[in-house]
């Protein structure tokens, strides 16, 4: 164990990495049990409003996320200071993402349906550096042959066509699968020969006079989200909670 242990994570230099989703991950489940508990009106825990303003919690994480970044810059790969300063940076980069919907709609939205985009980010942030600590390097240098990586021509085409991949998934409207294959070439290929999401860039530009392609395109993904809505859901409730209910306006009378 201890020789895989260097030979995997010590020698190349993963251990910062390491540190630094163990502290994210850790920050993130601390966070959301905390604010859920806050949510609830159990426990110690409360907001924090001097003078009448809500401090969020994304504050201290920009600044730890600007501490732990630099300081993991300048201290390398190895040492102490490298794995001190993965942590911090951890802890920021949990507290920024556990927020991540409120900086993209510049509102309180923690609670809401929009607010279900931080847990997305932070599982989709957590699934790449897993991938990446697995041995995964980015648009699939790492299936590069050491005769291939002397080559030039060879690393840049590579580049390329995997590039390419990832921005028609992109187009498509298939923003979950191009990010996945930036690390996992197959999963860009997948989503690049699929048909588009219906109200995509792709299927608006190609689509529009292709009316038994565009009646398959929108059959699939209503077949898709009808499959996955659910379990995604449940999924998201159990890790960051349950948005709140919206009250349904009161029905007129006659």
Not at 22 to 42: E, N, Q
Not at 76 to 102: Q, S
Request: proline residues 6%; aromatic residues 10%; charged residues 20%.
């Amino acid at each position: 164990m201890g020789h895989w242990w260097y030979e995997n994570i010590t020698e190349p230099g993963k251990l910062p990495l390491l540190l630094a989703l163990a502290a994210f991950i850790l920050t993130f489940a601390i966070t959301r049990t905390i604010t859920r508990m806050i949510r609830a009106g159990k426990g110690p825990f409360r907001n924090i409003t001097p003078g009448g303003m809500h401090i969020h919690h994304v504050v201290p994480g920009v600044v730890l996320s600007v501490v732990g970044g630099f300081g993991a810059v300048a201290s390398g790969r190895h040492g102490v200071a490298a794995g001190v300063f993965a942590v911090i940076f951890g802890v920021g980069a949990g507290l920024v993402l556990d927020e991540f919907a409120l900086i993209l709609h510049l509102d309180d939205v923690y609670w809401t349906e929009e607010g279900r985009q931080s847990v997305e980010v932070v599982v989709l942030t957590a699934s790449l550096v897993l991938l990446v600590l697995a041995g995964f390097s980015p648009l699939g240098v790492d299936d590069v042959s050491d005769e291939e990586q002397e080559s030039r021509l060879g690393l840049i085409t590579t580049y390329v066509i995997n590039f390419c991949f990832v921005l028609i998934c992109l187009f498509k409207g298939k923003l979950r699968m191009a990010v996945l294959g930036t690390l996992v070439p197959f999963v860009a290929l997948v989503g690049a020969i699929r048909l588009a999401r219906p109200a995509s860039p792709w299927a608006r530009r190609f689509y529009g006079h292709r009316h038994r392609t565009r009646s398959r395109a929108m059959l699939r993904a209503y077949h898709h989200d009808v499959r996955w809505a659910g379990p995604r859901r449940k999924f998201q409730d159990l890790i960051g909670g349950a948005p709140d209910r919206v009250p349904l306006p009161p029905a007129r009378k006659p």
